[in-house]
């Protein structure tokens, strides 16, 4: 997690949680050992070590405390059942996941771009920029890759 931390683009954070009926976005910066506290599952995905984000009273206690914004996006039940179909690469349509309907909603929300290249390295910029800032976007489930 040090190295991730160390050679990361950027430290601030779009975190998305559910809260009382609501898709919430915050937004934060993490430092070390927040950063540890968010992403604490650790996983194997197809030969890759990965943290994985997910929301608990605590976490959530944490954004309501330390974020810079918090912004109440959609309800959750809209959240839940709305999905837009995307083309992938190749050209095969897909249904985006709840992680990439939440990157949309933040960059209509504050009228900025979605970053065009979906799987930037963590190393080379974030997802979207705010305000001249980079910030990468978290929901539910997420993770950031540690390696192999």
């Known amino acids: 997690m040090r190295e991730y931390y160390n050679t990361t683009f950027t430290h601030n ?29 650790i996983t194997t995905s197809r030969g890759y070590t990965v943290a994985r984000y997910s929301s608990n009273k605590k976490k959530i ?3 309501e405390e330390h974020c810079t914004r918090r912004i109440e996006l959609i309800d959750l039940e809209t959240f839940e059942t ?5 083309v992938n690469a190749k050209g ?4 985006e996941n709840r992680g990439e309907y939440f990157e949309y909603l933040v ?25 001249k800032i980079a910030y990468q976007v978290k929901y539910e489930a997420s993770g950031i890759c540690l390696g192999k």
């Open 13 to 41: 954070y779009v975190i998305g949680a559910k809260l009382n009926g609501k898709v919430i976005a915050y937004l934060i910066t993490l430092n070390f050992e927040a950063l540890c506290m968010f992403f604490a599952s």
């Open 61 to 63: 206690q944490y954004l």
């Open 82 to 86: 709305t999905r837009r179909i995307r």
């Open 92 to 95: 095969k349509e897909y249904v």
């Open 107 to 131: 960059s209509q929300f504050f009228g900025v771009e979605q970053n065009d290249k979906p799987n930037l390295k963590h190393t080379e910029g974030g997802d979207i920029e705010i305000d």
